[in-house]
């Protein structure tokens, strides 16, 4: 902590609602002026957050639990490990609910329609099943749209950038177990020597289309933002269909059409170019939530 104030050390008391009206003014009054002070009291709250939706389904805390919970905090705090990973729990609660469930659905249905279809289609399933459902998670991840917390989160001027990070690794992971288990699961009709080849089918697209959709939703809104992605993803569909002929041969006037698709289809299976796209878009989302820092800071 940069900050030498006596009233920095209160924080974790004023995060928890635990000060005196006196004590908490003063504090209150130094935020205003402390940048530091702001972000440290982000990260106390986060914690405290992430404290209550463990406890939830427990009586209210006793005076020994508050002082048990902010000595593990202060042991979170001094640990840069256990610092992040209370930042990514504490993520869990926040993120929209239906993200885990309408995921996990989606691909189970995914991977037993794959398994019931059988042959080489299987894969293929999985394939364009995985990166839509990343996208789609991963445009609710973060804004206005998807954040009643946001508002609070904005408060700091360190915080948004931490908060889509934090955000970003647990839904891509999640999205990512998601996609190996439904990989693993079409063994049932796949040989087991394909994975490496199914899991590789999924992988680049999903990381792209996700990245740019959330860019796309901090953008445009996160509704518009599945639709370009839904879009995109499809026509990939349709353009490696025409690939293969199996959508019907085109006239001959049609050819530069059927060239561009052709070099679209490709693109979708250019791993590496793909995942460097990803890492520009990814750039391109904190350049955006560090600019909504900047919003924020004006208005105050
Ligand atoms: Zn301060």
Same mark, same amino acid.
């Given at each position: 902590?940069?900050?030498?104030?006596?009233?920095?050390?209160?924080?974790?008391?004023?995060?928890? $609602? *635990?000060?005196? &009206?006196?004590?908490? +003014? /003063?504090? @209150?009054?130094?935020? !205003? =002026?402390?940048?530091?002070?702001?972000?440290?009291?982000?990260?106390?709250?986060?914690?405290?957050?992430?404290?209550?939706?463990?406890?939830?389904?427990?009586?209210?805390?006793?005076?020994?639990?508050?002082?048990?919970?902010?000595?593990?905090?202060?042991?979170?705090?001094?640990?840069?490990?256990?610092?992040?990973?209370?930042?990514?729990?504490?993520?869990?609660?926040?993120?929209?609910?239906?993200?885990?469930?309408?995921?996990?659905?989606?691909?189970?249905?995914?991977?037993?329609?794959?398994?019931?279809?059988? $042959? *080489?289609?299987? &894969?293929?399933?999985? +394939? /364009?099943? @995985?990166?839509?459902? !990343? =996208?789609?998670?991963?445009?609710?991840?973060?804004?206005?749209?998807?954040?009643?917390?946001?508002?609070?989160?904005?408060?700091?001027?360190?915080?948004?950038?931490?908060?889509?990070?934090?955000?970003?690794?647990?839904?891509?992971?999640?999205?990512?177990?998601?996609?190996?288990?439904?990989?693993?699961?079409?063994?049932?009709?796949?040989?087991?020597?394909?994975?490496?080849?199914?899991?590789?089918?999924?992988?680049?697209?999903?990381?792209?289309?996700?990245?740019?959709?959330?860019?796309?939703?901090?953008?445009? $809104?996160?509704?518009? &933002?599945?639709?370009?992605?839904?879009?995109?993803?499809?026509?990939?569909?349709?353009?490696?269909?025409?690939?293969?002929?199996?959508?019907?041969?085109?006239?001959?006037?049609?050819?530069?059409?059927?060239?561009?698709?052709?070099?679209?289809?490709?693109?979708?299976?250019?791993?590496?170019?793909?995942?460097?796209?990803?890492?520009?878009?990814?750039?391109?989302?904190?350049?955006?939530?560090?600019?909504?820092?900047?919003?924020?800071?004006?208005?105050?």
């Amino acid at each position: 902590m940069s900050c030498r104030s006596k009233l920095a050390e209160l924080l974790p008391l004023y995060a928890a $609602g *635990s000060l005196g &009206a006196e004590e908490r +003014q /003063a504090v @209150a009054g130094h935020l !205003a =002026a402390c940048a530091d002070c702001r972000a440290e009291l982000a990260f106390w709250r986060e914690v405290a957050s992430a404290v209550a939706a463990e406890d939830r389904a427990l009586p209210p805390p006793s005076p020994v639990l508050v002082d048990r919970v902010l000595a593990s905090a202060q042991r979170r705090r001094a640990n840069p490990f256990a610092r992040a990973w209370a930042l990514l729990a504490a993520q869990v609660p926040l993120v929209r609910r239906e993200i885990w469930s309408a995921s996990a659905l989606v691909m189970a249905l995914g991977c037993v329609v794959a398994i019931l279809q059988g $042959g *080489s289609a299987s &894969a293929s399933i999985i +394939q /364009a099943a @995985a990166p839509l459902v !990343a =996208a789609a998670g991963l445009a609710m991840l973060y804004g206005p749209d998807n954040d009643p917390g946001l508002e609070l989160a904005l408060a700091t001027p360190t915080w948004p950038r931490q908060v889509l990070l934090a955000r970003l690794v647990v839904v891509y992971g999640y999205n990512l177990v998601l996609g190996l288990a439904a990989s693993v699961g079409v063994l049932a009709v796949v040989p087991p020597g394909l994975l490496g080849q199914v899991i590789l089918g999924w992988l680049a697209p999903m990381t792209f289309l996700s990245a740019l959709a959330l860019v796309l939703s901090m953008v445009i $809104g996160t509704g518009n &933002a599945i639709t370009v992605a839904l879009m995109l993803w499809l026509a990939r569909g349709l353009a490696s269909g025409l690939r293969m002929g199996t959508v019907g041969a085109p006239a001959a006037s049609e050819a530069a059409v059927v060239a561009a698709l052709q070099a679209y289809a490709g693109l979708w299976r250019s791993t590496g170019l793909l995942f460097g796209l990803a890492a520009v878009l990814l750039a391109a989302a904190v350049a955006l939530a560090g600019q909504s820092e900047r919003l924020v800071a004006q208005k105050v």
